[in-house]
């Protein structure tokens, strides 16, 4: 669920001097999301910054976020703790194509030291005394971070220094943890280059992972399925763009640790007017959405700490949490019960699902291979857009 917070100028600021932008978002940065997920939930400019919204942007052609976020404190926190809440700032540059290995590194903390755990060791001593390896594919990551030549020398050097300032990486993301809310721009900026440079580095390593017989299968049939519909693959990022029925369609892999997500994004094919914001409505990550008298009586909750614009459909209200200035346009937008009763299908089916004026994008929990189920999942994408835009189906209708 998303809480409002009260203006913040200064993050606004921050992120001008870096060169991003001040977005809104649907939801907050969740430790373990993907590039991906973070991306979707982007909304408009913000014309007044809060520490809700990510700086958007990119640096030495990496897309890259900055964001803040909270936790429960916890023993061990560098961050300064209120009523028993830390808040830090998350510094996050794409790693693109991603690594598909189920990657978590990061510096070694007090707690995985007394408690240990699982961590690959890489056969260099400095780096598995400084880090934590996770991996769902030890030998994956021990191609990647193979200390074969000066440069793979220099990378793991950087990995181990940049660590203590709180540098981490994962399949998607190369960025930094850092405690508090970051207000120097010479240490942000410093960060995404470091970021950015690290992405890039880790990038060219893919290569050394050989592809695995299920994502092999699994391109090969998005490729087949493209060339059938007129739609292009990027096999690199394991994406799918066309246009399907007048509506701009993207579909990708969103993770290939175990079962992959689809993730299905689209933009309104024409401008929707109005600022809106609509998130799967998700109070406790991970649980099952709250319906009937549990969803009412956490209604009274979320009104004090937030907005939640409810047009009137009780299975649509009760699965999204809604945002925006004016409750007439956003209640306008939304005026059509096709395209609410889209959402709502995709809401009991899908992980996320993230909705503003500029599109749509949701995430399930598997990406199939076989071209019968992508193109259900491309048909209902359409069928979003068309909802939104009724008198673009009309137009189709008379071709």
Known sequence: MLIEESPNPAWGSLGAAVGLSARRVTAVYREGDTFAQLASRLGSISPESTLNDSLYGAVDGSSAIVCSHSTSAKLGDEANTSRGIARWTNVLVELCPGLDMGADVRREGLMSRVFGGSDVQI?????????????????MMRR???????????????????????????????????????????????????????ARALGARRARCPVRPHVAALSNGWDEYGRARGMRFDATRRVLDGVVDGVPLRLGVASLNGPAQLAISLRWPKPVHGEFRLAKFEPRNGDEVLTGSHRFLFQAFTNLVSRDIRVGDGPFDDAY???????????????????????????????????????????????????????????????????????????????
């Not at 220094?161 to 994962?170: C, E, P």
């Not at 609410?340 to 089916?349: F, K, M, N, S, Y």
């Open 123 to 139: 056969g260099v001593p400095e780096v598995d005394r400084a880090l934590r390896i996770n991996a769902h594919d030890p030998e």
């Open 144 to 198: 990647l971070l193979a200390d074969e030549s000066e440069d793979d020398r220099a990378l793991l050097s950087s990995l181990v220094a940049s660590s203590v300032q709180g540098l981490f990486f994962t399949d998607t993301i190369v960025g930094f943890k850092v405690p508090n809310v970051a207000e120097q721009p010479a240490v942000v900026s410093g960060m995404l280059a470091t970021a950015a440079r690290i």
């Open 321 to 399: 949490q809604v945002l925006g200035p004016s409750e007439a346009a956003v209640r306008a937008a939304l005026g059509s019960a096709e395209l609410r009763d889209c959402l709502t299908r995709i809401a009991r089916v899908a992980s996320e699902v993230c909705v503003t004026n500029e599109g749509a994008t949701w995430f399930l929990p598997r990406a199939p291979a076989a071209a019968e189920e992508l193109d259900q999942h491309v048909r209902m994408a359409a069928a979003v857009g068309a909802a939104m835009h009724p008198e673009l189906a009309r137009a189709l209708a008379y071709r």
